[in-house]
């Protein structure tokens, strides 16, 4: 990043693709000769794909979605044929069995689970779904592997689906929280999850296993409160850096347990 009086310039720079943004065309054209002088490069034009992620534009905003990356899994996976479904996991369905015998063959698993996970960058919707997958990487059963294919007939269903930036966002955070105590009955760990917005556009998602053990369900809530702070607080001091200020900041839960006063707060 560098910044001198009103101009801003970020540099994305992947191996050797990169991706610049200025708020300049005039320096954007300076800095693209500095570039080619040092290297030798070649100018895409604007961003319409990068690493996978394609990105459309429109007076009302930024769309990114992985739709080429989406029909590779399928084809991946030899489901172009099956029939698609509208979700991913079907309600209350067990994948921890004692019963079932674990698979040996975990390559063909860990490859999907894996691809899974790059696709959630533009699926906020897959992120519980790839995290309770990526839970059996060590031990697959059949009832996993099972899970992971009905996961690529959802995509089957709606494989342009991404996020929508808009331009005329209100400059103001919301995050809703959520959790799951005990939700792993082998480890009685819990399972914790947020997700943020910037007025109406998505910036920030995810779930994750905690990494010890909530004796109570308030402390499993409390501990994902905190969580979901955090990830708020990084996010507006990133939004400083880019120049955008929030004006305010709301937190969500869905809290059964807490003071009713928690469930909806606002900080700046």
């Not at 991706?19 to 034009?45: A, D, P, T």
């Not at 961003?47 to 399928?74: H, N, P, Q």
């Not at 709301?250 to 606002?266: E, G, M």
């Amino acid at each position: 990043m560098y910044q001198k009086h009103d101009t801003q310039l970020q540099l994305l720079v992947y191996v050797d693709d990169h991706v610049i943004s200025v708020n300049s065309c005039g320096v954007i054209n300076q800095f693209k000769e500095y570039l080619s002088s040092c290297f030798k490069m070649k100018n895409l034009g604007v961003l319409r794909y990068f690493l996978g992620i394609e990105v459309a534009r429109s007076s009302e905003g930024m769309y990114l979605c992985e739709r080429k990356y989406a029909l590779d899994i399928i084809v991946e996976t030899c489901l172009l044929g099956v029939k698609p479904i509208s979700f991913p996991l079907e309600q209350n369905y067990k994948l921890f069995s004692v019963d079932d015998e674990p698979l040996f063959d975990l390559s063909s698993y860990r490859h999907l689970v894996g691809r899974l996970i790059y696709l959630g960058v533009t699926r906020p919707k897959l992120s519980y779904f790839v995290n309770v997958l990526a839970q059996f990487m060590h031990k697959l059963q059949p009832a996993p592997w099972n899970v992971a294919l009905r996961v690529v007939r959802y995509l089957k269903n709606n494989h342009s689906q991404g996020i929508f930036l808009r331009s005329n966002t209100k400059l103001i955070l919301s995050a809703w929280c959520y959790f799951d105590w005990d939700n792993f009955p082998t480890t009685h760990h819990s399972l914790t999850g947020w997700f943020i917005q910037l007025g109406g556009s998505t910036l920030s998602w995810k779930t994750k296993k905690h990494d010890r053990v909530s004796r109570f369900s308030v402390e499993a809530e409390y501990r994902d409160m905190a969580d979901t702070v955090s990830e708020l607080l990084w996010l507006q001091e990133l939004l400083r850096a880019f120049g955008i200020d929030c004006f305010s900041i709301t937190l969500h839960s869905d809290s059964l347990f807490s003071n009713p006063t928690c469930r909806n707060s606002s900080f700046s």
